[in-house]
């Protein structure tokens, strides 16, 4: 499959200097790096024919050649996981490039497969992402929690930390909560790369309303799994809790 128009490779970006959870790609779980799960996640697949961690750090590598994952060295002036992905897919064949970000241990890879489907099936879609319909009233209102609106083509309208829709009369309902995984057409992802920051992204501190402002689509596919990203050593202490209870190894 590998090297033919519609193969697909998904990319995950990993960076040892998170700043509040430095090294977290090589945090242990269950005795093995956090990035081996976000790389079994992905060789699970269906649609993806080739995985390849991104880094910047030679700590990272040696872990990921330790298991046996195949691993490109990037810049150390990549500004953001999106340019760390978006340089390592100019040495890949495959023309559709999933990003699924190295602190996403339990992103199901039924959430790839959907994220791909899109770009495999459809010539006018170039860039997509994942989104859990939910009707949690507290996590409606939490601002780590990204929520997205849909028009009626399934593209995005908009991306925001508020809780959107607003519900005038009753304060809370459906709503689709985003999840940190990305599809591109590579010339699409050369293309976001090369955005400009814009102001909707600065003032929300999300990457994606960059592409939306400058008037492209993003095509949200809904999906059944939620994920649980590792920002913080809470995060990372509630991701060992689920994964070791379930024995995922």
Known sequence: MSGSPKSVAVVIPARYAATRLPGKPLAQIDGRPMIWYVWEKARKSR?????????????IVAAVRGFGGEVRMTSPDCASGTDRVAETARGLAEEIIINLQGDEPMMHPSVIDAVAAPLLDDPAVSMTTAALPREDPEEFLRPSVVKVVVDDRGDALYFSRSPIPHYRETGSGRYRKHLGIYGYRKDFLFTVAALPPASLEAAERLEQLRVLQSGYRIRVVDVEFDSVGVDTPEDLSA????????NER
């Open 239 to 246: 991701v060992k809790e689920r994964l070791c209870g379930r």
């Open 47 to 59: 649609l993806a024919s080739r995985v390849v961690v991104a880094t910047d750090d030679e700590r």
